[in-house]
């Protein structure tokens, strides 16, 4: 195996054995929930289905990004120990924590001359961006080196497709993602939008479309338009999803159906504390490899 650590963010929502059983090291963001703060630490300070019940219920959350000086710590215990590192963050077109990594690394390399450091842009988050870690876990494990690999990932990022739609649009209006006035037409009329992330890794509204049943097909009909050949698609594919897992599950199981070549069985992850502190309960998201995204 090469000599260097493949690293990204707890935003990258696998579960901890996940991670360890690819080799991915990974860093955590921060949230508060009514005012107590915790770690994004997958769901071990606080069990996400505690957290989606707090939210549910009214509670308030706070998310804030790793710092610079996080990231130096994090970082130089790699490089102590003779480590290259590649590290993956989440999309700068929600987060600007790829700047923080990036600061580090610049400060780093001055003491740390005769060592490489890479900082990607995942342009992608959730359990997208976790695919896309595992993808680079796969190349890494088949031998692929340091500068290979991070030239591999910049080239690769806009084939991993992020389509998700939410049952319960509160959250997405209060941050703004949903107008007041298209969240309460939407509650009404019982509107799930369903959007996608954009070729520069930002939340797009898309279709809007009446009832969950109909968007479960729909959301199913994107992956059967923009997957890797289509119907004999054979990659893997993981859905993550923020306390309903039975919407998930029907999602999956019509992945499943449809796509029978598919690499395994649909992997089901939990939304973790941080994306999910924007996009509450209700949330599913689907994730695959296709064709370059594009605005």
């Not at 490089?79 to 990594?101: M, P, Q, W, Y």
């Not at 796969?138 to 690769?156: F, P, V, Y």
């Not at 799930?192 to 199913?220: F, H, Q, S, W, Y």
Request: include cysteine.
């Amino acid at each position: 195996m090469n000599d260097y650590i493949l690293s990204c963010c707890s935003t990258a929502d696998l579960t901890e054995e996940h991670f360890k059983e690819r080799s991915i090291s990974y860093i955590c963001f921060h949230f508060e929930l009514d005012g107590k703060a915790y770690e994004d630490d997958l769901g071990k300070s606080i069990p996400f289905s505690e957290f989606y019940r707090a939210m549910a219920n009214g509670a308030d959350t706070k998310t804030s990004q790793i710092n610079s000086e996080e990231f130096k710590e994090y970082f130089e215990g790699f490089l102590k120990e003779g480590k290259d590192i590649l590290h993956v963050s989440l999309s700068s077109g929600i987060s600007g924590v790829v700047n923080s990594a990036r600061i580090a690394m610049e400060e780093l390399k001055e003491t740390y001359p005769e060592r490489k450091i890479f900082i990607i842009d995942s342009l992608g988050a959730s359990s997208g961006y976790g695919l896309f870690m595992d993808k680079l876990a796969d190349l890494r494990d088949a031998g692929m080196n340091i500068d290979d690999l991070a030239a591999w990932a910049e080239e690769h990022r806009l084939n991993l497709h992020h389509w998700f739609y939410s049952s319960d649009l509160t959250f997405y209006i209060k941050g703004g993602r949903i107008s007041k006035a298209a969240g309460f037409v939407g509650g009404v009329l019982n509107i799930c939008p369903l959007l996608n992330m954009d070729n520069l890794g930002r939340l797009i509204p898309r279709v809007k479309i009446r009832t969950e049943k109909k968007v479960i097909r729909a959301i199913v009909d994107k992956m059967e338009e923009f997957a890797e050949d289509g119907l004999s698609y054979s990659g893997k594919c993981y859905i993550s999803q923020s306390a309903c897992y039975e919407s998930a599950r029907a999602v999956a199981d019509l992945v499943e159906e449809r796509f029978p070549q598919l690499s395994g069985k649909v992997e089901i992850n939990d939304i973790g504390t941080t994306i999910g502190s924007h996009t509450g309960p209700g949330t599913v998201a689907l994730f695959f490899w296709g064709s370059v995204r594009k605005d």
